[in-house]
């Protein structure tokens, strides 16, 4: 388990997190969610110890994630929005360099999930779209077999049928034993995927719940009027799409772009509906 507590960290001139608490499990993909610049990446990076806590403690199973110690970097997988990659390089020479540190790397696995992605693994990065590059990288982080993969913005540069792909593979690939958290703020992307969703606003965390909370305090209204005491409305063909609170019980299906506009605009009223519940 990754647990995050108490931690405050900013950079010179930006103050990024002030004394947050999470915890990450097992068997979950989690939606790392805010609006740019709130510390999404910043997040990924002190959980697999590229960065310091000024204050507070990140750890990966009970190993402090800034003391990068070898066994908790075999089990976890870092893949940042932008990564540079060798042009006369071949994904499989990727992997290839990458395979000594993660011994429970799968190259059956790995050749799978290229060909999922109709991407040959044999092909040079220079001769690849940016989304095929992206899509190998992708296959790689997946396949090397570790507890925790993170993800930041994997759906950057995508096409149409390469996110339902992605959607897909990363369905199949969690168990009992894996953890994924998905930083992104392509929401739609990923609705059905995530679960639970973290939103990250203001130096602190606004809603960390699973998606069944989240319908039991919210009701999603789709179809009908614009209602004065929606948390959020939002106008689509048929009528209005309406984020109410949920006080009959009534079952709906989540609206994760929705949910989070009106996360943002009841900031005081989710802490109250969500913290100590």
């Not at 960290?9 to 999470?22: E, M, P, Q």
């Not at 739609?188 to 319908?215: G, H």
């Not at 109410?244 to 009534?250: A, M």
């Amino acid at each position: 388990m990754i647990e995050i507590t108490n931690l405050s960290f900013g950079y010179k001139k930006t103050h990024v997190f002030d004394n947050i608490s999470l915890s990450f499990k097992e068997g979950n993909i989690y939606g790392l969610l805010g609006e740019n610049g709130v510390g999404k990446t910043t997040l990924l990076k002190l959980i697999c110890g590229l960065q310091r806590p000024v204050s507070g403690s990140c750890s990966v199973d009970g190993e402090t994630s800034f003391q990068r110690l070898p066994s908790m970097l075999q089990r976890i997988t870092f893949l940042p929005d932008e990564v540079k990659l060798p042009d006369n390089s071949t994904p499989q020479c990727f992997v290839d360099e990458l395979q000594p540190f993660y011994p429970n790397f799968a190259q059956a696995t790995f050749l799978h999930l290229m060909q999922e992605f109709e991407v040959k693994p044999d092909r040079k990065f220079k001769e690849m779209s940016f989304g095929q590059q992206k899509k190998s990288l992708i296959a790689a982080a997946l396949s090397l077999g570790t507890d925790y993969v993170l993800l930041d913005e994997p759906t950057n540069g995508l096409d149409i049928p390469g996110k339902a792909q992605f959607r897909s593979i990363l369905s199949k690939r969690v168990d009992e034993r894996s953890t994924i958290i998905i930083s992104t703020h392509q929401v739609k992307d990923v609705e059905n995927l995530i679960d639970p969703i973290v939103i990250l606003s203001n130096n602190a965390v606004l809603l960390d719940a699973t998606v069944q909370r989240i319908t039991d305090k919210f009701y999603f209204e789709y179809g009908g009027e614009k209602r004065d005491d929606a948390l959020y409305s939002e106008m689509q063909p048929g009528g209005y799409m309406n984020v109410i609170p949920n006080q009959t019980g009534e079952e709906s299906q989540i609206n994760i772009e929705a949910l989070f506009n009106a996360v943002l605009r009841n900031k005081n009223m989710i802490k109250e509906m969500f913290n100590n519940a």
